[in-house]
Nanobody
Framework: QVQLVESGGGLVQAGGSLRLSCAAS????????MGWFRQAPGKEREFVAA????????NYADSVKGRFTISRDNAKNTLYLQMNSLKPEDTALYSC??????????WGQGTQVTVSS
């Protein structure tokens, strides 16, 4: 069973930066592809970024491409999301997820990111 705990969210002004972390335990982190997702109030959860199990391949939603960077440290069992040039529309609950068996079926509780204009 994989447990995921996000941290690093907060309130930031537009144009600012935040780095989110996702600490994994209870499994072999280096075996899992990982992803970040977000959900704004009244909206469906949407994909933000993903990274393969060794960190060699990444992909991003068009809305964050060039501003966000996903990375991982398998020695620390931790996933990161560096968010730069934040916009009010980035405001959401950000969650990390582990892909096991082809599906994102392990999720953290999320960390809130609020960007003020």
């Amino acid at each position: 069973q994989v447990q995921l705990v996000e941290s690093g969210g907060g309130l930031v002004q537009a144009g600012g930066s935040l780095r989110l972390s996702c600490a994994a335990s209870g499994g072999t982190f280096s075996n899992y592809h990982m992803g970040w997702f977000r959900q704004a109030p009244g909206k469906e959860r949407e994909f933000v970024a993903a990274i393969d199990y060794i960190g060699g391949l990444t992909n991003y939603a068009d809305s964050v491409k060039g501003r966000f960077t996903i990375s991982r440290d398998n020695a620390k069992n931790t996933l990161y999301l560096q968010m730069n040039s934040l916009k009010p529309e980035d405001t959401a609950l950000y969650s990390c997820a582990a892909k096991v068996g082809g599906l994102y079926n392990y999720w953290g509780q999320g960390t809130q990111v609020t960007v003020s204009s």
